[in-house]
């Protein structure tokens, strides 16, 4: 959603706490009778959920906790997120890694059964079509997560390309999976609470990899990763077993991992300093210019055979034009859209995603600047409603990731 989920929770929490339910109703729920509805809806709204529309569906931006207090408490303790908007599909078929290299940035086939990457499907141009988490299950099952924004395009993509590759012999298949929800749960209480509910010994799962194992008694895709920069996992259940599972989940935290909405999840995932798709990367960005250069296979740069190859490697040899980067700042938040220009007051770039910290308790932004302007500590203008103010690039992440891998 462009402008920030953040933004959006703030304005209708001041909306809600000035008793504007009217107004708040007629600008976000209008079209709630057309919206999808996860298997939790019913429990986000008996525990407090404000829902917004999201990409078609009707999600929660928050509970009765605010926005900052939820994204510390994640920080602190942990967070339950409904993820089930995302859509998670299967290929199957001896011919699932080759397929999906012709599509994705990665080197799908290096990767071992039970272990992951987050890669970027690009275009012709070079340019990002979406981002998503890919693990091997097997040699012959891979399994992904896409975008709820990006659902339509990116299945229409896939079958377009499958339909060509199987003209040709190629053997996979897929399958979507409207019948599992996901649920991510994230923070340092993650491991302990979810180690109540299985028995499979999660010591042993390190950041990116996967299983299919039995969680409170239903078979579960696990996957330890999450969109937070903390420890965490994302959790794939049957849809009837989904309100079981967050319940329990819960109720085994006592009290301490609590249900959260979209809005935290916007200001974890830009103190991580990760991408949003739709505002940090979309069709025109490059994984170069948008730091994710990590995400290309050593193979594949030197071999391509992914759309858009020629324009990326270019960029990989001679360097990108713009970069994306970190800033602080003083004044307002810089928000997406707002002009970032060098100390002599000339254009450089463009904010794509900002707010407050909750946990730096200070500005923090992402966006794309001119190369030569990207180096940490270079000292950038913020153009907001008409005023200047000081910001400073800076590294990324703003707070330290805790991913939990082999020491």
Known sequence: ????????????????????????????????????????????????????????????????????????????????????????????????????????????????????????????????????VITKVKDDHIYLVVNAGCRDKDLAHIEEHMKAFKA????????????????????????????????????????????VLDINGSQCFLTRTGYTGEDGFEISVPSENAVDLAKAILEKSEGKVRLTGLGARDSLRLEAGLCLYGNDLEQHITPIEAGLTWAIGKRRRA???????????????????????????????????????????????????????PCLKKNISIGYVKSGSHKAGTNVKFVIRGKSYDGVVTKMPFVPTKYYKPS
């Open 1 to 132: 959603m462009r402008g920030g989920l953040w933004q959006l929770g703030q304005s209708i929490t001041r909306r809600l706490s000035h008793g504007d339910k009217k107004a708040v109703a007629r600008r976000y729920f209008a079209s709630e009778a057309e919206l999808k509805k996860t298997a939790l809806y019913d429990f986000h709204v008996a525990n407090g959920g404000k829902m917004v529309p999201f990409a078609g569906w009707s999600m929660p931006i928050q509970y009765k906790d605010s926005i900052i207090d939820s994204t510390i408490n994640c920080r602190e303790n942990g967070s339950l997120f409904d993820v089930a908007h995302m859509c998670g599909l299967s290929l199957k078929g001896k011919d699932s890694a080759p397929f999906l290299e012709k599509l994705v940035v990665a080197d799908v086939a290096a990767l071992a059964p039970g272990t992951g990457t987050l890669t970027v499907f690009t275009n012709e141009k070079g340019g990002a079509i979406d981002d998503s």
């Open 168 to 211: 040709k012999g190629g053997d996979v298949s897929w399958h979507i999976h409207d019948e599992r929800s996901l649920l991510a749960l994230q923070g340092p209480l993650a491991a302990p609470v979810l180690q109540h509910l299985t028995k499979e010994d999660l010591s042993k799962l390190y950041f990116g990899e996967f299983r």
């Open 303 to 357: 071999e391509g055979g992914f759309l858009g190859a020629e324009v990326i490697l270019k960029q990989l040899a001679d360097g990108p034009s713009i970069r994306r980067v970190g800033f602080f700042s003083s004044g307002p938040p810089p928000r997406s859209h707002s002009e970032i220009q060098n100390e002599g007051g000339k254009n450089i770039g463009e904010v794509t995603s900002g707010g407050f910290s």
